[in-house]
């Protein structure tokens, strides 16, 4: 079972970017807090604690006791949080309300553990999944979720049904959604050329200079007066040199 984390908060009367930019001053952040029974709750809360959940083995999926200065305390997770793009320092954070005994919707990461057999024979791991959809209790969130790859062979794949899923916890996929597979590696679309030095080149080499050959040969022809094609009209004469005057 989960370890639910505990954080305080104090309610935030005013609202916008300056009561905002004065709360960060002051070492605290905006936040709010709603839910289907939860109206929207303005509260301020501190950036390390914040922190402190973001970190710990869950993360965004710990579920919190969010305990309101002069109120309830609410049981929620982390919904959304934003951060400076230069110093990321947290800026503000939205927590939604849950129920324990009520199931909720969330992603788990996903790893691979071994080193398959077919990666030994020249295949590659292809992992099609890096979170994996799963539906359960708040408090039985797992904090991952693992498969063992080492008997896959080139070109096996391993599926949604295969997986060993801890209780009460259950995939929001269909059963035979491919999650791993070993693929064969691609083939290059170009020839390999030969090698420099081998019998392979010196026949390319050949074949290069005999094609050569060939085509200088209608060259030179050509610069010797060579005949005209069939059916090319013939070349005028060239006009007789104009007789010298007498004198």
């Known amino acids: 079972m989960m370890e639910i984390v505990k954080l305080s908060a104090s309610p935030r009367p005013l609202n916008g970017k300056g009561a905002s930019r004065l709360l960060r001053r002051a070492g605290q952040i905006p936040a709010i807090a709603y839910g289907r029974e939860l109206a929207a709750t303005p509260l301020a809360i501190s950036p390390k604690g914040l922190l402190q959940v973001l970190q710990s083995e869950h993360g965004q999926n710990a579920v919190v006791e969010l305990a309101v200065e002069g109120g309830a305390k609410l ?30 919707a969330v992603e788990v990461p996903f790893r691979t ?4 057999k077919g990666i030994v024979t020249g295949g590659v791991l292809q992992q099609i999944f890096r979170k994996l959809p799963v539906s359960c209790l708040p408090e039985r969130i797992p904090a991952y979720l693992e498969v063992d790859v080492t008997e896959l062979e080139m070109g ?13 916890v259950s995939i929001r996929l ?13 083939k290059g679309g170009d020839e390999e050329a030969p090698k420099p030095g081998t019998a ?12 050569a050959k060939g085509a200088a040969a209608p060259a030179a022809a050509a610069a010797k007066g060579a005949a005209p094609a069939k059916g090319a009209a ?6 007789a040199p104009a007789p010298a005057k007498k004198k």
Request: glycine share 6%; hydrophobic share 45%; proline share 8%.
């Open 156 to 168: 096996e794949t391993l599926k949604v049904n295969q997986l060993t899923l801890p209780e009460g």
């Open 234 to 239: 013939p070349a005028k004469a060239a006009a």
């Open 113 to 116: 553990t071994g080193k398959a």
């Open 75 to 104: 049981t929620v997770m982390v919904r959304d949080y934003s951060y400076h793009p230069v110093t990321r320092a947290l800026l503000h954070a939205d927590f939604i309300q849950v129920k324990l005994d009520a199931p909720v």
């Open 200 to 211: 392979a080149a010196g026949a390319v080499a050949a074949a290069g200079a005999k094609d």
């Open 174 to 186: 269909p059963e035979d959604q491919t999650i791993v597979v070993v693929a064969a590696p691609e």
